[in-house]
Nanobody, 124 residues
Framework: QVQLVESGGGLVQAGGSLRLSCAAS?????????MGWFRHAPGKEREFVAAMSSSGGSTLHADSVKGRFTISRDNAKNTVYLQMNSLKPEDTAVYYC????????????????WGQGTQVTVSS
């Protein structure tokens, strides 16, 4: 009932920037959904990156990305963004967009809908 499609990944050098986008659609989707970003690197568990409430009044950013990454959303476009600056090689991962109804949380299992992921590779 909810479809999420990520885009914007790619290969960048350390210190560079990327902006990821996640377009949401589906019969049941509304701007009341909490939207989040997670990432999964080889050999590591899926990691919370950032999340934002429907209104934007509540946000969470993982300590590892705080000050470098910023989540935002445009409800008119049903799109959430992740602006990634000062990228580091350790940011290399597949980045996933996720959605849920309710409050902002950092636990991946609390999110009901997931995109297909977009690869971000940061070279040194």
């Amino acid at each position: 009932q909810v479809q999420l499609v990520e885009s914007g990944g790619g290969l960048v050098q350390a210190g560079g920037s990327l902006r990821l986008s996640c377009a949401a659609s589906g019969r049941t989707f509304s701007s009341s959904y909490v939207m989040g970003w997670f990432r999964h690197a080889p050999g590591k568990e899926r990691e919370f990156v950032a999340a934002m409430s429907s209104s934007g009044g509540s946000t969470l950013h993982a300590d590892s990305v705080k000050g470098r990454f910023t989540i935002s959303r445009d409800n008119a476009k049903n799109t959430v963004y992740l602006q990634m600056n000062s990228l580091k090689p350790e940011d290399t991962a597949v980045y996933y967009c996720a959605a849920r109804r309710g409050i902002v949380v950092h636990i991946s299992g609390a999110y009901d809908h997931w995109g297909q992921g977009t690869q971000v590779t940061v070279s040194s």
